[in-house]
């Protein structure tokens, strides 16, 4: 029998995943060109030309060994040395290999970072909407996610909430920006004004607050907008990155955490994390990939496929008669539905063959998630199923 944890994190398996599978179903039976599947954050622009060329030369160069063994559970020295010059040169910050360890994905690295930090029934604040997968990372280790709610004016985090919600029991906050499911970037504004609303609050208390920002998306920003590096706005700064999206390799699992010299307790996180990384039965971040992505920091996949997905999906919906934000990055758009019950419009449009996620999974009832890393082509063809959608049930 599996134990009770488990039995309800199988009831309350991702909803994402499971349109993802009936997705599949759907295409079988009715031709996966007529089956507008809009439901996962898979890529669909190929990975840049350097990254075929790396792994040859890797593996045409170097002995198998080298390639394929053990090393620090931390990573590559060399790989961690190079990472942390790409990050000074482009942000201006000071790290050295130290501050990197080389992770299984960003979600290997959020669970490092929480085996690291959390005691049970620690607090971990997150920004609703926001990634379904925070409440499982930190129901692992026995901590307590507190959700602040929505403002849907704009997407940007409700700092006033926030600000009432943290306790002396709250040991970290997670920010994803640019944001899945909005595709919404925190403001610089919103940054310095969060990072002295957890000053205040670490000082009321007494305690440390980490702060934990899940950047896969960092890449994907449209319209010259900036990303802010959060390190350099507050000291007790942990960055989880990917390079699932920015290089377009989320089956390959890697990615990597920041851990700032500047954070409270720097030596022993980091001496933790490592060991974390070891126990929890990673050992360490995929060897040849470590190697590879050293050598494409500055490679880039074609955001424009993106961002004309965007501008057609925007444009088209909007049109159409939906309310959604334009998504400065990533490759969601977060659509409020034109009837209250999002599961249920969410059914309706299954029955055009046209899969969408429900924005409760994410925290934000009376919405949905639409990705649109898809052909251009499926969202054209899927413009007139929306259309008609909305013209049902007004």
């Known amino acids: 029998m599996i134990s009770i944890k488990m039995q309800e994190q199988v009831k309350s398996s991702s909803v994402i995943r499971a349109m993802f599978e009936e997705g599949k179903r759907l295409a079988e039976i009715h031709g996966a060109e007529n089956v507008f599947d809009f439901s996962i954050g898979n890529p669909n622009v190929e990975p840049p030309?350097?990254?075929n060329k790396a792994i040859l030369e890797i593996?045409?160069?170097?002995?198998?060994?080298?390639?394929?063994?053990?090393?620090?559970?931390?990573?590559?020295?060399?790989?961690?040395?190079?990472?942390?010059?790409?990050?000074?040169?482009?942000f201006g910050t000071a790290f050295t290999q130290k501050?990197?360890?080389?992770?299984?994905?960003?979600?290997?690295?959020?669970?490092?970072?929480f085996k690291t930090l959390l005691n049970p029934l620690d607090e971990v604040i997150t920004f609703a909407p926001f990634f379904g997968e925070y409440r499982n990372y930190v129901k692992n280790y026995e901590g307590e996610l507190v959700i602040v709610s929505p403002n849907t004016v704009d997407f940007q985090p409700n700092l006033e909430e926030f600000k009432a919600k943290i306790t002396p029991k709250t040991k970290a906050v997670i920010i994803?920006?640019?944001?899945?499911?909005?595709?919404?970037?925190?403001?610089?504004?919103?940054?310095?004004?969060?990072?002295?609303?957890?000053?205040?609050?670490?000082?009321?208390?007494?305690?440390?607050?980490?702060?934990?920002?899940?950047?896969?998306?960092?890449?994907?920003?449209?319209?010259?907008?900036?990303?802010?590096?959060?390190?350099k706005y507050y000291a007790n700064t942990v960055i989880g990155y990917s390079f699932s999206k920015s290089l377009s390799l989320p089956g390959e699992?890697?990615?990597?955490?920041?851990?700032?010299?500047?954070?409270?307790?720097?030596?022993?996180?980091?001496?933790?994390?490592?060991?974390?990384?070891?126990?929890?039965?990673?050992?360490?971040?995929?060897?040849?990939?470590?190697?590879?992505?050293?050598?494409?920091?500055?490679?880039?996949?074609?955001?424009?496929?993106?961002n004309k997905n965007r501008e057609?999906?925007?444009?088209?919906?909007?049109?159409?008669?939906?309310?959604?934000?334009?998504?400065?990055?990533?490759?969601?758009l977060f659509v409020k539905t034109p009837i209250?019950?999002?599961?249920?419009?969410?059914?309706?449009?299954?029955?055009?063959?046209?899969?969408?996620?429900?924005?409760?999974?994410?925290?934000?009832?009376?919405?949905?998630?639409?990705?649109?890393c898809v052909a251009y082509k499926t969202i054209e063809k899927a413009l007139p199923g929306f259309k008609a959608l909305i013209d049902e049930v007004k």
């Open 59 to 90: 593996l045409n160069t170097e002995h198998p060994m080298s390639i394929h063994g053990y090393m620090n559970n931390s990573g590559y020295e060399e790989v961690r040395a190079t990472i942390a010059k790409s990050i000074n040169d482009k």
């Open 49 to 51: 030309e350097e990254i």
């Open 340 to 372: 209250e019950n999002d599961v249920e419009f969410c059914n309706l449009a299954k029955k055009k063959n046209i899969l969408i996620v429900t924005g409760t999974a994410f925290g934000c009832p009376g919405y949905v998630r639409i990705a649109y």
């Open 176 to 231: 994803n920006s640019p944001n899945n499911p909005t595709g919404v970037v925190y403001s610089e504004e919103t940054i310095i004004k969060l990072s002295e609303i957890m000053r205040e609050k670490q000082k009321e208390f007494g305690t440390d607050i980490y702060l934990v920002s899940d950047e896969p998306y960092r890449e994907l920003a449209y319209d010259n907008v900036e990303v802010p590096y959060l390190t």
């Open 312 to 332: 057609l999906l925007y444009n088209g919906l909007s049109s159409c008669g939906y309310e959604c934000i334009k998504p400065e990055g990533a490759f969601y």
């Open 253 to 306: 699992r890697i990615g990597y955490l920041v851990i700032s010299d500047q954070a409270a307790d720097y030596e022993n996180i980091i001496s933790a994390a490592n060991i974390a990384n070891r126990i929890l039965g990673y050992v360490n971040a995929p060897s040849l990939f470590q190697r590879v992505v050293a050598k494409c920091l500055n490679a880039k996949v074609d955001i424009d496929t993106y």
């Open 99 to 113: 501050n990197i360890l080389m992770t299984v994905g960003a979600a290997g690295g959020l669970n490092v970072i």
